[in-house]
């Protein structure tokens, strides 16, 4: 995903949330900052390209489900996910974040030399710089929604769950299994729900731009809205 393929998508979910777009650039700006001239992650050798990837979301089925997620030839963890499947005995690759439920769980993969996507946005930067000082840089692939600056790069996607979709794509994964993705949790927040439904938009995209069907959408494709690209 380049950015300019990228962008249109990104200025409607800012529409729809009514995100402003200078928040996400000062937030970028300020990962850039924080990061200085340390080295970070290069997600080159994660061993995506020709791989099967599982996309472990965080919702109920999470763990009924884990045997998809060790199945695969590489893990990426959406947040708390990360937490859950290594407590079912599942190895985790990688954790894709916005640092704001388990942070201290990116401090802690990033020490073992696991890395972290870590991900910032308008409304995440305290968060940012109260965690990303105690991570690794090493092991840290800074991201972002807006437009990239390096060392921080934006591979498309807009929640944990489907960002970590879209780095997989970038990098070359053969095949995506989505274990623990419950569109339809009763549990969560409207703008949870709301965000739930970019995430159904965003991968229904991904799919047809990979010429591959993901079971998680079974069903429900003809409901989904269509993202616009230009």
């Not at 998508?9 to 949330?17: K, N, R, T």
């Not at 704001?100 to 996507?117: C, E």
């Not at 969560?188 to 991968?203: D, F, S």
Request: proline fraction near 6%; charge should be negative; hydrophobic fraction near 40%.
């Amino acid at each position: 995903m380049e950015f300019h393929t990228w962008e249109p998508v990104y200025s409607d979910i800012l529409d729809d949330f009514g995100y402003p777009r200078d928040g996400d650039e000062l937030a970028c700006d300020r990962f850039v900052e924080l990061l200085g001239d340390d080295s970070t992650y290069d997600p080159t050798t994660l061993g995506l390209d020709g791989a099967s990837v599982a996309i472990a979301g965080a919702g109920p089925s999470l763990e009924t489900e884990a045997d998809r997620a060790a199945d695969a030839d590489v893990v990426l963890a959406a947040s708390t996910a990360a937490d859950r499947l290594q407590a079912a005995g599942v190895a985790v690759d990688c954790m894709v974040t916005d640092l704001d439920k388990n942070a201290d769980t990116g401090r802690k993969l990033t020490a073992a030399g696991t890395p972290v996507v870590a991900h910032v946005h308008g409304d995440n930067i305290p968060a940012l710089e109260t965690h990303i000082p105690a991570y690794d840089s090493e092991f840290v692939v800074p991201t972002t929604q807006a437009t990239p600056a390096p060392p921080v790069r934006n591979y498309g996607g807009f929640t944990d769950g489907d960002r970590a979709a879209f780095l997989a794509d970038h990098f070359g994964a053969a095949s995506l299994v989505f274990p623990g993705w419950d569109f339809e949790d009763p549990s969560v927040t409207a703008e949870k729900r709301q965000k739930l439904r970019w995430a159904e938009r965003l991968l229904r995209w991904l799919e047809q731009r990979r010429g591959e069907r993901f079971n998680v959408l079974d069903g429900r494709r003809d409901a989904i809205e269509p993202v616009v690209t230009d």
